[in-house]
Each structure stands twice: as C-alpha cells, then as structure tokens.
C-alpha cells in the first residue's frame, strides 16, 4: 500500500511564508512524478509543481519565481517552499505520486493540507 501524508499547512498574511511537505510510504518501485496540486473552493483541482524522474521542475506560471520545490530521492519525500503568499494562493493543497507499484502505474493523492492567505 502507498501512503502520501502532508504536513505545514496553515494561515499565513500577504506576502507571508508557508512550506509543505509530503511523506511517502509504501512499496513505490519507480518514481515518475511527484509533485502538489491544489483545489481552491468552487474551482477545479490545479497543478502547482511537479517533478520528474529526471529532476525537471515544472511549475504553474501562477507560482513561478515564488515556490520553489524539493525533493529528497533517498527519502522519496517533497516539500513546497511558498513565499510572497496572496489571497489567491488559499486551497487545499494535495501531494501527488504517479508510480510503479504492483506491477502497475497509478495515481496516489495524499489527503490535502489546508493553506489560507488572508489578513
């Protein structure tokens, strides 16, 4: 079984700082993305970052030059650096995971982190 649990999550100012990260667990034989998406109320689930298995970040033109993702490959773990934080960036962010497990290549969702941005 394959487990992705977020953590960091919360409330933050304009302009403020928040990081997430993301665990994984399980029996996870090859990596192909592993990144965060996120659902703001009303709206569809978003990506925001995504890495590869060859280590290219990709990342929303909404976020650029303000997140700025990690990942540790030992660890198989990711975390999300989100400065210059607005309004706008408020949604449930989810971890995501796109890997060989039992044979198979599936989707993994973790069960989202709340992140407000407001004064």
């Known amino acids: 079984q394959v487990q992705l649990v977020e953590s960091g999550g919360g409330w933050a100012q304009p302009g403020g700082s928040l990081r997430l990260n993301c665990a994984t667990s399980?029996?996870?034989?090859?990596?192909?993305?592993l990144g965060w998406y996120r659902q703001a109320p009303g709206k569809e689930r978003e990506p925001v970052a995504n890495t590869n298995n060859a280590g290219t970040m990709h990342y929303a033109d909404s976020v650029k030059d303000r997140f700025t993702m990690s990942r540790d490959n030992a660890k198989n773990t990711v975390s999300l650096q989100m400065n210059s934080l607005t309004p706008e960036d408020t949604a449930v962010y989810f971890c995501?995971?796109?890997?060989?497990?039992?044979?198979?290549?599936?989707?993994?969702w973790g069960q989202g982190t709340q992140v407000t941005v407001s004064l």
């Open positions: 399980g029996d996870i034989r090859v990596i192909y993305w």
């Open positions: 995501k995971l796109t890997a060989l497990h039992d044979g198979k290549v599936s989707d993994f």
